[in-house]
């Protein structure tokens, strides 16, 4: 078995980084991998492990909690050091693995050299291109106070960046684009793109899915289409666009699954179901209830739950900018838009649900795409990508001295 320690900044709070781990913590065993994951509990909860699908995950104990003070959902648990790095000798890993340029980050690259093992960094937020003049107008109103934040947000980025991936033996990214970035900052040489880590618990969705169920639940209209948006109210997530889109296409229905500080932006309107944040068979429901899944993120780095969305068979909408638009638009199951364009989302969307047979057509390629992408398949071409490389290299090293 291949002894793996992913540490992260945060596991409990909603978002991709926190999906791919819970996911990779139950398909590790599938692929030879013996995996740890490493998170701060929550400040001021004892410290415990959990066994998860046969891999462990370790929260240590945290010093100091800081919440994001524009997105309060998000918090940062700064762990107690020497628990963390008992943990991972406990572990005994033979690659240390870090996923953000947060506090742990900083800490994974001493730890991996304390340790005498290889880096593998995985740039699963590109925090740089998420700040884009919308969203920093939606998050900071006054201008003055914008550029001066704005000015030392991408500073600490640049700087932050550096520290953590330069020094990693791989970096590893799920979308072009983002490699692309990564190679321009000089952060990699060769970024190694590899497969988005799906749910887990995909493969029974379909089964668990209850779309009658769902739509008496949340009384939506029987005779109307239904988009459905997944994710945070948070002004990088382009809330105003599922506004403008519910006003000017009154005839359709929209669902947003999820929470955030933006929700005044849309809970008012008549036709939009706001539900809360769903997991499960309730999660999997919505999608099932659902005509068309939205992506309207001003600069999504990924957006993992479009291909949930394929998965399910539901066609996607998505905004260009999104990292998981080429997989999108290579499987045939959805269209892209200009995200700056609100115009060409309604014609969009409208062309969309106007055009039955090519909704079809866009249903049979997601769940077609899906057979050919089972999460424990594209797992294992993760783990040969990213981790196997590196180890060939040390052992080479090793044979040479």
């Given at each position: 078995m291949l002894n793996v320690c992913?540490?992260?900044?945060?596991?409990?709070?909603?978002?991709?980084?926190?999906?791919t781990y819970h996911s990779q913590l139950h398909l590790a065993p599938s692929a030879g991998v013996r995996l740890t994951v490493i998170a701060p509990a929550a400040h001021g909860e004892a410290p415990r492990t959990?066994?998860?699908?046969?891999?462990?995950?370790?929260?240590?104990?945290?010093?100091?909690?800081?919440?994001?003070?524009?997105?309060?959902?998000?918090?940062?648990?700064?762990?107690?050091r020497e628990q963390f790095q008992r943990a991972v000798a406990h572990a005994e890993p033979d690659i240390v693995h870090i996923a953000a340029p947060g506090p742990v980050g900083l800490m994974g690259k001493r730890i991996a050299r304390d340790f005498g093992v290889p880096l593998v960094g995985y740039f699963h937020t590109d925090y740089l291109s998420m700040q884009t003049p919308q969203v920093l107008r939606a998050m900071l109103p006054n201008p003055i106070i914008r550029y001066s934040a704005s000015s030392v947000m991408q500073a600490f980025n640049r700087i932050t960046e550096r520290m953590v991936y330069a020094p990693c033996?791989?970096?590893?990214?799920?979308?072009?684009?983002?490699?692309?970035?990564?190679?321009?900052?000089?952060?990699?040489?060769?970024?190694?793109?590899?497969?988005?880590?799906?749910?887990?618990?995909?493969?029974?969705?379909?089964?668990?899915?209850?779309?009658?169920?769902?739509?008496?639940?949340?009384?939506?209209?029987?005779?109307?289409?239904?988009?459905?948006?997944?994710?945070?109210?948070?002004?990088?997530?382009?809330?105003?666009?599922?506004?403008?889109?519910?006003?000017?296409?009154?005839?359709?229905?929209?669902?947003?699954?999820?929470?955030?500080?933006?929700?005044?932006?849309i809970e008012h309107q008549p036709n939009i179901t706001l539900t809360g944040w769903l997991n499960g068979a309730d999660l999997w429901s919505a999608f099932a209830a659902s005509t068309v899944f939205l992506?309207?993120?001003?600069?999504?780095?990924?957006?993992?739950?479009?291909?949930?969305?394929?998965?399910?068979?539901?066609?996607?909408?998505t905004a260009d900018t999104a990292g998981s638009a080429p997989d999108v638009l290579a499987a045939g199951a959805g269209i892209a838009f200009d995200v700056s364009d609100i115009d060409a989302a309604v014609f969009s969307l409208r062309a969309m649900l106007a055009d039955t047979a090519a909704l079809a057509a866009m249903r049979s390629c997601g769940l077609g795409w899906f057979v050919e992408n089972h999460p424990t398949a594209r797992y294992r071409q993760f783990v040969q990508l990213a981790y196997h490389p590196v180890l060939e290299t040390t052992f080479n090293v090793m044979d040479s001295v």
């Open positions: 992913v540490l992260l900044d945060a596991f409990d709070h909603v978002s991709g980084i926190s999906t959990d066994s998860v699908g046969g891999s462990a995950l370790v929260r240590v104990g945290s010093r100091l909690s800081v919440h994001f003070p524009v997105d309060k959902s998000i918090r940062l648990d700064l762990p107690d033996d791989i970096v590893c990214c799920e979308a072009h684009k983002v490699a692309d970035a990564i190679i321009a900052r000089g952060l990699h040489p060769r970024p190694i793109h590899v497969p988005a880590t799906l749910r887990h618990d995909l493969p029974n969705a379909i089964q668990t899915a209850d779309p009658d169920v769902f739509a008496r639940r949340f009384k939506l209209p029987p005779d109307r289409p239904s988009v459905l948006y997944v994710g945070r109210f948070s002004a990088d997530k382009n809330l105003p666009l599922i506004a403008q889109l519910a006003q000017r296409c009154p005839d359709v229905h929209f669902i947003a699954v999820g929470d955030g500080v933006l929700r005044h932006l992506m309207p993120s001003w600069n999504e780095t990924f957006g993992l739950v479009a291909l949930e969305a394929m998965a399910m068979g539901i066609p996607v909408l």
